[in-house]
Nanobody, 112 residues
Framework: QVQLVESGGGLVQPGGSLRLSCAASGFTFSSYAMRWYRQAPGKERELVAGISSTGDVTSYADSMQGRFTISRDNAKNTVYLQMNSLKPEDTAVYYC?????WGQGTQVTVSS
């Protein structure tokens, strides 16, 4: 079955950076687009970024454009989210998504 395991979250100061990873298994990773979502306390889950199966097409939510970069390594069945210039409002649980499946999420907290 599809399994998605996120990692790389943590506590970071405003302006800092984190790199999230999502290791995928149970499907042909290189054939599917991947997406990162996030959910802040008391808010709905929102789309952060997406990447095509080959990695040549990416898209971002407006508030993340220019600060976040999604990438993938099809040889490692892993998708990444590089997050720079983090703000307190980026605090959320970050999830990867594929084939309507979700990982368990990884907590990102931006605070001084």
């Amino acid at each position: 079955q599809v399994q998605l395991v996120e990692s790389g979250g943590g506590l970071v100061q405003p302006g800092g950076s984190l790199r999230l990873s999502c290791a995928a298994s149970g499907f042909t990773f290189s054939s599917y687009a991947m997406r990162w979502y996030r959910q802040a306390p008391g808010k709905e889950r929102e789309l952060v970024a997406g990447i095509s199966s080959t990695g040549d097409v990416t898209s971002y939510a407006d508030s993340m454009q220019g600060r976040f970069t999604i990438s993938r390594d099809n040889a490692k069945n892993t998708v990444y989210l590089q997050m720079n210039s983090l703000k307190p409002e980026d605090t959320a649980v970050y999830y990867c998504n594929a084939l309507h499946n979700w990982g368990q999420g990884t907590q990102v907290t931006v605070s001084s």
